[in-house]
């Protein structure tokens, strides 16, 4: 007897069987959601090498030290949060945006977009792309069909934003904290709307970070000599975190989806800066709020002077660190945040 071919639906699994051929429907849910590709769109913790040399000392030493072993774009020694991303959904770290003429075939794990310094809005004048000019990226390259809707329906898409659009709003000038306080609407309101943006696109999982402990960032706790974090700045974090949790769970009411889901950050930072009982991770940060590589004379890490001498000092153990740098956490860091989510990407893909 000719054996015929059975061209089946993906969601049927068959055996052959001494007596034939047995198949038995299985729904998606059973398998959860198995992606091919990762696209990002964000800043500087989720950035892998689009902005420009000129623009971050992302491309100086010591950057890159732990991984991969030279300065190559990350605000880190080492991998940050979309490594570790990638590393759950077992595919690569997609290649960065302003790279992808030499892509090649690795195009095919996705396409990162986000970069160092940006926010919602423009943060320094229109030299970085806000995040709408990202997604517009994106969208260009679904026009010229270099990635389809079927692509980003077998995607994870992270939108990582951290705090930019709020650091260049008080860099204005004479900008108090009730200012902020009403500028933090509009910051979460435009981010609603490009999350929308993005889920008309096509996107079928997207995870939206929310905003760190900003009061607990080496550049605000270097007043209190590393000491303590400033409870100010988070009351504010607070407020744009609980305006996001609700922008996040109205647009998957509204679209009667699960499309988007929150990486709790501020709860990773402060559980690992903390040391919280729960926190499950094998490494432990003596010193959690002091950076490794600490800028001198006003000067930031990876600074030279005229002379072409380093203006900064770096731990003799990065793995000892929490943080990089003012803002970034190590490689070690981002390891240990991602240890306090990973059950949250769990949960939501259920692979």
């Not at 000038?173 to 306080?181: A, E, F, V």
């Not at 002379?307 to 660190?321: I, L």
Request: charge should be positive; proline fraction near 4%.
């Amino acid at each position: 007897m000719a054996s015929s071919k059975l061209f089946l639906p993906f969601f049927y699994c068959c055996f052959l069987l001494s007596s034939g051929y047995i198949c038995i429907q299985a729904s998606s849910s059973d398998h959860g959601f198995r992606p091919t590709k990762l696209f990002v769109f964000g800043d500087s913790y989720a950035d892998t090498g689009n902005i420009r040399k000129s623009l971050g000392n992302s491309w100086s030493q010591p950057y890159g030290t732990t991984f991969p072993g030279k300065p190559a774009g990350r605000f880190s020694d080492g991998r940050i949060l979309t490594d570790y991303l990638a590393k759950f959904l077992r595919v690569k770290s997609p290649l960065a945006y302003e790279w992808m003429e030499m892509g090649g075939k690795k195009l095919k794990n996705g396409l990162n977009f986000a970069y160092g310094g940006s926010g919602v809005f423009n943060t320094l004048g229109d030299v970085l792309p806000n995040m709408s000019t990202q997604i517009g990226f994106f969208d260009k390259l679904m026009h010229d069909s270099l990635y389809t809707k079927s692509d980003l329906k077998s995607s994870v898409v992270l939108v990582c934003l951290s705090g930019n659009d709020y650091g260049a709003f008080l860099a204005q000038g004479g900008k108090t904290m009730q200012d902020l306080q009403k500028f933090i609407p509009r910051v979460v309101s435009q981010l609603g709307a490009n999350l929308k943006r993005v889920q008309q696109l096509g996107a079928a999982k997207v995870a939206v970070t929310s905003l760190q402990p900003l009061g607990c960032l080496p550049r605000s706790t270097v007043d209190s000599s590393f000491q303590g974090c400033n409870p100010t700045q988070n009351l504010a974090v607070a407020y744009h975190n609980l305006l996001l949790q609700q922008t996040v769970s109205k647009l998957n009411t509204d679209s009667k989806t699960s499309t988007f889901f929150i990486i709790d950050l501020y709860t990773s930072f402060t559980t690992v800066l903390n040391q919280d009982t729960n926190y499950q991770g094998k490494l432990r940060f003596e010193t959690p709020l002091k950076p490794c590589c600490i800028g001198m004379n006003g000067y930031f890490c990876g600074d030279v002077d005229q002379k072409g001498e380093k203006m900064y000092t770096v731990c003799s153990y990065p793995k000892s660190a929490f943080f990089w740098d003012s803002s970034h956490p190590t490689e070690a860091g981002w390891h240990a945040i991602y240890t306090t989510f990973k059950s949250t990407l769990q949960q939501a893909l259920k692979f």
